[in-house]
Structures are given as structure tokens and as C-alpha cells.
Nanobody, 129 residues
């Protein structure tokens, strides 16, 4: 059974940094997309950041471009979200999500909630002075 466990959230000052971690049991870089969402599971808002299995590209929401970085260490079954220069609007519960296995010619889009089958429990991030 796929398991996803997030960690690394907490209270941080505006302008500070956090690194969120997602430990998963079934990462597959050529077959499954992985994403971070700042919302409850299975809502309609696009993800904060994702990695598409189509070509390994990283995609970001406009509000976090240049500040957040999604990265991976699949050998250790970990996906990270590095959050730099955080702002109060970044506050929320962050969820790691993993898609089902995708067909060969799946769309490279990876920020769409319906494509994600597996979700972690979330980790709270609060940005406040």
C-alpha cells in the first residue's frame, strides 16, 4: 500500500526558510507524478509545485516561482519542498501527493488535483512575525 508522510512544517518568520519532506513507498519517476498542495486533499486549486513523469520537469504556481523549489532523492524515497523567502500568504497545510501509474503519452501537466491518487496527512506551515 502506498504511504506518504510529510514533515518539516512549523512556525517561521517572514523572509525565513523551511524545507518540507515527503517520504513515500512508491515513487516512480518515469511513471508517477508527485506534487505539493497547499490545500485539503482533492480540492480544485492547482498544486504549489510538482514533478512530471513525462520528462522530469518541475512546475510551480506563479505565487511561489523563484522562492520554492521541489526536488527529490528517489534513492532514499524522499521528495522535498524547499521554501525560501516565505511570506504570510504561504501559511497553510501542505500535502504531498502521488499519482497513479501513468500511460506512456500522459499529459505533462502535473498540478491538477484529479490525477493524484495518494495523499499524505499534511504538515502545517505558519508564517508569522
Amino acid at each position: 500500500q502506498v504511504q506518504l508522510v510529510e514533515s518539516g512544517g512549523g512556525l517561521v518568520q517572514p523572509g525565513g526558510s523551511l524545507r518540507l519532506s515527503c517520504v513515500g513507498s512508491e515513487f516512480s519517476p518515469n511513471n508517477r507524478n508527485v506534487a505539493w498542495f497547499r490545500q485539503a486533499p482533492r480540492t480544485e486549486r492547482p498544486g504549489v509545485a510538482c514533478i512530471t513523469a513525462a520528462d522530469g520537469s518541475r512546475r510551480y504556481g506563479n505565487s511561489v516561482k523563484g522562492r520554492f523549489t521541489i526536488s527529490e532523492d528517489y534513492a532514499k524515497n524522499i521528495v522535498y519542498l524547499q521554501m525560501d523567502n516565505v511570506a504570510p500568504e504561504d501559511t497553510g497545510v501542505y500535502y504531498c501527493a502521488l499519482s497513479a501509474e501513468l500511460p506512456l503519452y500522459a499529459t505533462p501537466a502535473c498540478r491538477l488535483d484529479p490525477m493524484y491518487k495518494y495523499w499524505g496527512q499534511g504538515t502545517q506551515v505558519t508564517v508569522s512575525s
